[in-house]
């Protein structure tokens, strides 16, 4: 009997000791389900901000190569401006050739060697060294009937293909330009300025143009001084990191002055400012070069306001 009541005991009490074990199991069962959703949702937030991460990479992507279009189509438009820049070029080439030759007919054959080696020992590698030339007598430029109507109508010509170009610059860039047939009203400013916006065009050297002339040149004057500084900056600008164009009206005479940052020409750029000399010399011009106190190169071109008599 005795002994039967020590098994009940033991059953009661192995019974006990398995419910408690039961629960025990069940609640650590629990933890892990409760430890095993918060891995899940952990994890779909994880995928969450994944699919986000993508979504803005294919955003970056997409803006990057809408940048990229944009880059090739402001390239293709400026290459379309280079050409129709060349076409409007050969057309004042042309000019400048009748130009030169008005004025080598007129000039006489005058002038002479001793120019052309102060020109070339200007030596715009050099310190302070000048060039000077001041013009032989011009007695036909500008007042006979027949050389100043050409000249008139060379300045027409050079303003109307200044204008042309301006206007299909503007309506490339949807920018605004001079109204339809506004070209008799385009001064000699604004075609140096059109000249400034080419050479940053062709070369990529910045300028900036300053003028104070508050009358018109005469239409002579006015090509020729275009002419020079057109072929100043040919042999000038492109070898500067930027450059400054002044012109004003000094004691009766056109000037212009370019002064060059940081210039770093071949030796050829003092022929090629002879030559300039050379061309200006019969009609009275005058080109100097030298440096400035910040050390800077300096041309200084000029010519008669009005022909030498």
Same mark, same amino acid.
């Given at each position: ?30 933890? %892990? ?9 952990? &994890? ?7 699919? %986000?991460?993508?979504? !803005? ?46 004025? !080598? ?41 027949? %050389? ?45 300025? !059109? ?82 000399? &050379? ?31």
């Amino acid at each position: 009997m005795i002994a039967l009541i020590i098994v009940v005991v033991l059953l009661a009490l192995l019974s006990g000791a398995l419910a408690g074990a039961l629960i025990r199991n069940r609640a650590a069962g629990r933890q %892990t389900h409760e430890q095993l959703d918060a891995a899940r949702a952990e &994890s779909a937030q994880t995928t969450a901000e994944l699919d %986000t991460a993508r979504g !803005e990479l294919a955003d970056a992507r997409g803006q990057a190569k809408s940048a990229r279009d944009e880059a090739q189509a402001a390239q293709d438009e400026a290459r379309a401006q280079r050409g129709e820049a060349a076409g409007a070029r050969a057309a004042a080439d042309a000019a400048r050739a009748e130009l030169a030759a008005i004025q !080598e007919s007129s000039a006489g054959g005058s002038g002479g060697s001793g120019a052309a080696e102060a020109a070339a020992g200007a030596g715009v590698s050099g310190g302070a060294s000048v060039a000077t030339r001041t013009g032989a007598e011009d007695p036909g430029l500008d007042s006979g009937p027949q %050389t100043g109507a050409t000249l008139a109508a060379l300045w027409s010509l050079a303003r109307i293909r200044q204008e042309w170009l301006s206007r299909q610059v503007a309506s490339l860039t949807l920018e605004g330009g001079h109204p339809e047939g506004a070209w008799a009203e385009v001064t000699l400013a604004e075609v140096l300025d !059109e000249e400034v916006s080419r050479i940053r065009e062709e070369t990529g050297t910045p300028g900036a143009l300053r003028t104070s002339l508050h009358d018109e040149p005469p239409a002579g004057r006015s090509m020729l001084l275009l002419a020079g500084v057109q072929a100043l900056l040919e042999a000038l600008a492109r070898h500067c990191q930027a450059y400054d164009l002044y012109v004003h009206l000094w004691e009766e005479r056109l000037t212009a002055i370019v002064v060059c940052e940081g210039f770093d020409g071949p030796d050829r750029v003092a022929s090629d400012t002879e030559a300039v000399l &050379s061309a200006l010399a019969p009609a009275g011009g005058e080109l100097t070069l030298d440096r400035d106190q910040q050390g800077r190169l300096r041309a200084r071109l000029s010519i008669p306001l009005h022909s030498p008599a």
